[in-house]
């Protein structure tokens, strides 16, 4: 069995729904659109650091859905999309604080543990490069609001983060989000995981990972308003039984679990 953040946190969110997706082969329809563009625009980065033309690239991943039944968010549409991505992309390049010398090697990075008990664990790492000359693990992030960078700190206690530098004891790492907003932005924001923090991850990991193999995938329980996970949970029609909303956002695809570590991919 072949473990990956992306299922870890899924665990931890809700054993239930990790249940619905994992095991038994429920996976969201893929029509969000900002989630799509994320990946096109992560294939124009590529092709920003092999010195391509990055917002040709952006234009032919972007149009190939085009054409497509896509959910956009309120005011957002195809254009829309197109020419933030550009601008970001063109930001990015005048702002020139990010270096990756061999983009071949250095980018979408596989790295693989094994753990006790015969298990694999997973991760997808965007990038290692430098910084402002400083090298570290770099995560891409395409998203409509600023991520938050107070207090001060905060950063080191992002799972995913840590996740990373537990999978390759790299302790310094960076998170360069591509914000689209009206006028878009873009975040440079770095820090450094301790010795504790990556020994912390790899105990939820495992405590996790225990609990997956024993079958224990009970609902998560206590949501109360506003935070209500169910919400926002694609799986929310199977715990309701409403066939309505199963047909609007799941598909189910048999044997999903031999490629789950793909995942990592869209995040
Ligand atoms: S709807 Fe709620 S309880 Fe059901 S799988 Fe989703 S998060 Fe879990």
């Given at each position: 069995m072949t473990y990956s953040y992306t299922q870890i946190s899924q665990y931890l969110r809700c054993p239930r729904q990790y249940r619905y997706r994992?095991?038994?082969?429920w996976r969201e329809r893929d029509t969000r659109a900002a989630m799509i563009f994320g990946r096109c625009f992560e294939t124009a980065l590529s092709s920003y650091f092999c010195r391509e033309d990055s917002t040709a690239t952006l234009f032919k991943e972007w149009s190939q859905h085009r054409d497509s039944t896509l959910e956009y968010r309120k005011n957002d549409s195809w254009d829309r999309l197109y020419h933030q991505g550009v601008h970001l992309l063109e930001r990015f390049a005048q702002d020139d604080?990010?270096?990756?010398?061999?983009p071949k090697q250095d980018l979408q990075i596989q790295f693989k543990r094994s753990l006790p008990g015969g298990c694999n664990f997973v991760s997808y790492v965007d990038a290692i490069g430098e910084l402002d000359g400083s090298r570290c693990i770099i995560d891409w992030k395409t998203t409509t609001s600023r991520y938050p960078?107070?207090?001060?700190?905060?950063?080191?206690?992002d799972p995913q983060l840590a996740c990373y530098s537990w999978m390759t004891g790299v302790s310094d790492v960076a998170l360069i989000v591509f914000v689209r907003k009206q006028i878009p932005e873009i975040q440079y924001l770095k820090t450094s995981i301790s010795d504790e923090k990556r020994r912390e991850f790899g105990e939820v990991a495992f405590h996790a990972i225990r609990e997956i193999e024993a079958g224990n995938f009970q609902p998560h329980s206590g949501i109360r308003f506003p935070q209500n996970g169910c919400l926002s949970c694609s799986h929310l029609g199977l715990c309701l039984g409403s066939q309505q909303l199963i047909d609007s956002k799941l598909i189910r695809r048999p044997g999903a679990s031999d490629l789950d570590w793909l995942d990592q991919l869209e995040d």
């Open positions: 994992y095991l038994d082969g604080r990010v270096r990756i010398e061999h960078d107070e207090p001060e700190g905060l950063l080191s206690l």
